[in-house]
């Protein structure tokens, strides 16, 4: 340690420091207002009182969390209504992120054994597929799903249609809600829903298993070829279980940023099986205007949202203890 | 067995491009209808979006001036944080760290209905101020993770030697700090830049309607069905994160930003 690396040396700022430098208070109160003061806000205004017909007003109340469990006239009615859309939320998130990340996973691996500079190559392809808008990637598969143009057209011109009612399989199609009388349909369904929003975050995943699977000693690797394994048994003997907590941790990443997703389901999800993402929106902004319900839903989202980062965070630390 | 790898790979970029070639493709449609393939193509679509339609060159112009201005500040707040943590590597440092980045790691739409609020309050709703400031708020995390890799790849040999020599903090600062930090800089404020541009759902609660952005825009369309003319600004939007990635990549080090292992090249 050099002095140059010492505290009290306040060099990104214009004005010499005065003795004891006041900056990093001044920094620490901006970062708090500016990243945390509006989460406090949705805190604090989630026990809020709504006013018939006009807004809301700032009060101690539980009413909004308690019409989301049991909903609003509770006694007299139950109404699991919120509890639904909590567990559509759960449900497109938990499938889209363990997708995203188990298909990622042969794919970043093989990319991590490229050249430096293919890799580079690689990675501005997925960066630029990350940053693209949600609204454009539900557009693109909006186009390829919908019913007048894009696949179900497809099925219907190459004769797929009819091979599929030939052998049966329309059927089961139907049943599970993928076809129409006449030809497959994909929109609305479950199916598009999870496969949009899987899509959404695969560049995610990617990259959040580069650094761990780029760290990865290919010696290990190539001594299990040479005493005779197999390239499965080397992908599960060897590289698995050294990816495993960045695994588990990437998956609940992933998890928590598709929670919020609005997009896709407003478009690719039938209403009744909306997201609590979709219920916020219509409460704080949409037709019912009831600000403080909205904010109790956003508080119950991000509480769900820490009750799976806690657990992973256990797993992984009881797996690495075990490791 | 060795053609498996490859053909995965290549299955994976079909895959992941297939939405935004179909987008790209529908643009060049003459109508008003999206048809694909298109019908009657033409470029009269690139025309509406950048010249002649003031409704998709306002919202440009909106989404430039705040990708731009958040990225900027965003740097400016991590600048100071991401030096402070590495300097000191203090308690109250690592705090500010993380809580600066809390925004980025949570659900966008919680923060979203949070800065609703938050501006409501303060009485910038609507404004671009409070879209700019938000939006630096929320990708602080970036510029904060990058400079923080630059910070940690400058030799402190050179910062010994400096001190040797008698160089202020100021000037070892100017001198070594500064210049090998600043591809990292340059690179944490086009992640935030290009993010920017893209983001919708922060953007949707914090501009109360008043003024649109491209993807809000595009989003405000969505129920009217699509015309062309928005597939012309997927094209757009692709383009310029492609061309920015590429710039990182060719003059940064974009492996090592993503960490991967410097050991092996």
């Not at chain 1, 940023?257 to 389901?265: E, Q, W």
């Not at chain 2, 895959?15 to 209808?33: D, E, F, H, K, Y």
């Not at chain 2, 943590?85 to 980025?104: E, I």
Request: charged residues 10%.
């Amino acid at each position: 340690m050099t002095a140059a690396l010492d505290i009290d040396a306040p060099a990104p700022l214009p004005e010499p420091a005065p003795k004891k430098p006041v900056w990093p208070w001044l920094l620490t109160g901006v970062i708090v207002f500016l990243c945390v003061v509006p989460f406090i806000l949705v805190l604090a205004i989630s026990f809020g009182h709504k006013i018939q017909g006009a807004g809301w007003e700032w009060a101690f109340t539980l009413e909004n969390y308690k019409r989301f469990f049991v909903g609003a006239l509770y006694p007299e009615e139950i109404t699991y209504l919120y509890l639904q859309q909590l567990y559509w939320s759960l449900r497109y998130a938990i499938i889209a992120s363990v997708l995203a990340v188990i298909s990622a996973l042969p794919f970043t691996y093989l990319m991590t054994r490229l050249s430096r500079a293919a890799q580079a190559r690689w990675l501005v392809f997925l960066l630029a597929s990350l940053s693209l808008s949600e609204v454009f990637i539900v557009m693109g598969w909006d186009i390829l799903l919908s019913n007048n143009s894009g696949l179900p057209k497809l099925f219907k011109v190459t004769g797929l249609t009819d091979w599929l009612k030939a052998v049966g399989w329309f059927d089961t199609l139907r049943e599970w809600g993928l076809a129409s009388p006449r030809n497959v349909k994909f929109k609305t369904s479950e199916l598009a829903t999870v496969l949009c929003m899987s899509y959404l975050v695969w560049p995610y995943a990617v990259i959040l298993l580069y650094p761990a699977l780029s760290r990865l000693d290919p010696s290990l690797s190539e001594a299990a070829r040479t005493m005779g394994a197999g390239p499965w048994t080397v992908a599960r003997t060897v590289v698995l279980p050294s990816v495993r907590m960045p695994l588990i941790g990437s998956t609940l990443l992933l998890f928590v940023f598709l929670l919020g997703a609005y997009v896709s389901v407003t478009v690719f999800a039938e209403p009744a099986k909306h997201t609590t993402a979709i219920a916020i929106y219509e409460a704080v902004r949409g037709a019912n205007l009831n600000a403080p319900f909205g904010a109790a839903q956003a508080v119950i989202l991000l509480l769900t949202a820490a009750l799976f980062l806690f657990f992973g965070q256990k797993l992984t630390s009881a797996a690495g203890a075990k490791a | 067995m060795k053609w498996i790898g490859p053909v995965f790979m290549g299955l994976a970029a079909l895959g992941l491009s297939l939405p935004i070639v179909v987008v790209s493709a529908a643009a060049l449609n003459g109508g008003r209808t999206m048809f694909f393939p298109p019908r009657d193509p033409s470029f009269g679509r690139f025309v509406e979006f950048f010249v002649s339609e003031s409704v998709w060159t306002n919202a440009l112009w909106h989404s430039v001036i705040v990708a731009f201005g958040s990225a900027a500040l965003a740097v400016l707040l991590a600048w100071p944080i991401a030096y402070w943590l590495w300097a000191s590597g203090s308690k109250l440092s690592k705090t500010v760290a993380a809580l600066g980045s809390m925004p980025f790691a949570l659900p966008p739409i919680v923060f979203g209905v949070g800065l609703g609020f938050f501006w409501a309050f303060l009485g910038g709703l609507g404004s671009l101020a409070a879209g700019i400031i938000s939006h630096a708020a929320l990708f602080l995390a970036l510029p904060l993770v990058t400079i923080s890799i630059g910070l940690q790849s400058i030799d402190r040999a050179h910062l010994d030697a400096a001190a040797t020599m008698g160089a202020t903090e100021r000037v070892t600062f100017r001198t070594i700090i500064l210049p090998q930090t600043l591809p990292y800089t340059a690179s944490g404020f086009f992640f935030a830049l290009v993010l920017s541009f893209n983001e919708f759902i922060v953007m949707f609660f914090v501009s109360a309607s008043n003024y649109s952005t491209v993807t809000l825009q595009i989003f405000n369309s969505l129920r009217n069905g699509y015309t062309p003319t928005m597939a012309v600004a997927a094209i757009t939007f692709i383009t310029v994160s492609l061309l920015v990635f590429s710039a990182v990549a060719r003059w940064g080090d974009l492996p090592r930003l993503m960490g991967a292992d410097q050991s092996r090249r």
